[in-house]
């Protein structure tokens, strides 16, 4: 099976090829060059023109019969051949764990749904993975890919968790959401896990497989290259949707996600590079778009940082942010872009939102957003918070500078800018050009902020003065 270059290769290049995290990168003159820049080198995988229908392998279109087999033996067929599609035609299909390989484009054609079984056995044995930022052998994303090259989802078919409060939400502990006292759930797990890593336990030591009740993703490829997801709806996931960690050359492009269950985000870039988001609808229960990069000290000692992130095009609905940096960001966050989207529902929390504290520490730096409509949000436009959960309770003081929002529009919101800093590390360098805010309920709340300069800015019908 085709692999690309070994774990510890993969990370020593990472970091021969960036800084080191806490220096500052400096912001171009004109960002938005360096985002075509980036652009140009986002080339999504081609695929030969070899077809692999699941059907041929056994799976049957009922949406009972377990086709996970079929999907195996199409996959590895696939591979074999040098590459292809691997074809799910109209129907209903039910399926354990798909695990890509190197070369294979995982294609659900128009009417064609694969329904994910929900039997937690389904996905294992434990794979490698990053759960809330920390690595550790857990229950399989339902499409898991480690260290492959070249592989894609595409079409225009579902993909359908099948999570509800009687399934896989309630793991997460919540009485809303079908957990009563006495049932299993997550905290445990949890708990050990943070414990782990951060006492630097060996991932393979760090088993967290059955009766553990730490949710799977949806789509996680990890240490991948070249990876491609277009077209697809997601529905119903027991939490994070789309999760590439440690990967480069990403596109995400075309994909509507509709899922509320907790922790339901849908992006999660993580430790990764040149990654494009496209043209994507999402209405979630938790972040639509989050940035990440480890959590804590798991994540300072992979120390691989996101970066070179362009979002436009892209719908938000409900969500807690539209654009979010964090809360697992100990690895660094620099150079992201989002450009000519739309955010609108009375249950979307904010727009730009950058979520951090003294535990996670990292550094967040050069983030634009433009050319940004919102109807409404519930909360800020624009919130950067440094007190999220443990707040200053800590020893790695976070850093967030340069950020500029320009040609950005809001018709109602709670506050324009909520901004809470550190007083021994400030925000730096926020910047709003040709911005408007109207129906603002709150005046701004600002906090340790260094150098916040407004230009033909309007909150109310009133010019605002930084």
Avoid at 168 to 176: H, Q
Avoid at 248 to 257: G, H, S, Y
Avoid at 421 to 450: D, M, W, Y
Wanted: contains cysteine; positive net charge.
């Amino acid at each position: 099976m085709p692999v690309v270059n070994t774990r510890r290769d993969f990370l020593r290049s990472s970091a021969a090829a960036l800084a080191p995290w806490l220096r500052a990168a400096q912001p171009a003159a004109d960002p938005w060059q360096e985002a075509a820049a980036i652009m140009q080198r986002i080339r999504p995988p081609k695929f030969p023109d070899r077809e692999f229908s699941v059907t041929r392998f056994g799976a049957k279109p009922d949406g009972v019969a377990d086709c996970t087999a079929a999907f195996r033996k199409a996959i590895a067929e696939c591979a074999r051949a040098g590459g292809g599609r691997v074809l799910v035609p109209a129907g209903r299909f039910m399926s354990g764990a798909i695990h890509l390989q190197s070369g294979v484009n995982l294609h659900l054609a128009e009417g064609a749904t694969i329904l994910f079984s929900r039997e937690p056995k389904a996905y294992l044995p434990a794979v490698y993975t990053r759960w809330e930022g920390m690595e550790c052998m857990g229950y399989s994303a339902f499409i898991y890919a480690y260290r492959q090259d070249n592989i894609a989802i595409t079409g225009r078919g579902t993909l359908d968790g099948q999570a509800d409060c009687s399934h896989w939400w309630p793991w997460k502990g919540r009485t809303n959401c079908g957990w009563k006292k006495g049932d299993p759930n997550q905290e445990a797990a949890r708990r050990r896990l943070i414990e782990m890593a951060e006492r630097d336990a060996p991932v393979q030591e760090r088993q967290f497989g059955d009766g553990s009740y730490l949710r799977p993703q949806f789509i996680q490829t990890y240490q991948c290259r070249n990876v491609l997801i277009e077209g697809v709806t997601i529905v119903n996931s027991p939490m994070w949707e789309i999760h590439p960690v440690l990967c480069r050359n990403v596109t995400v492009r075309n994909v509507d996600i509709h899922s509320h269950g907790p922790n339901n985000d849908g992006c999660n870039p993580e430790s990764c590079h040149d990654v494009l988001i496209e043209g994507c609808r999402f209405d979630t229960g938790d972040d639509c778009i989050a940035i990440k990069s480890g959590r804590n000290r798991d994540g300072r000692r992979i120390n691989v940082p996101s970066e070179n992130i362009v979002i436009r095009g892209c719908q938000m609905k409900d969500g807690h942010g539209g654009v979010t940096i964090g809360s697992e960001m100990s690895g660094s966050v620099r150079n992201v872009f989002a450009e000519d989207c739309r955010m609108d529902s009375p249950h979307l929390d904010r727009a730009l939102r950058i979520k951090t504290n003294a535990v996670r520490g990292g550094v967040v730096e050069n983030v634009y957003m433009r050319k940004v409509h919102i109807g409404q949000v519930a909360d800020a436009v624009i919130h950067v918070d440094f007190y999220y959960e443990e707040g200053a309770r800590g020893d790695f003081l976070p850093v967030v500078r340069n950020i500029r929002v320009s040609d950005l529009t809001c018709e109602k919101s709670r506050f324009a800018l909520y901004l809470r800093g550190f007083e021994k590390s400030p925000i730096a360098n926020i910047t709003l050009e040709r911005c408007t805010f109207h129906r603002v309920e709150s005046p701004n709340r600002i906090e340790h902020v260094q150098n916040l300069k407004f230009s033909e800015v309007k909150i109310n019908g009133q010019p605002a003065t930084a």
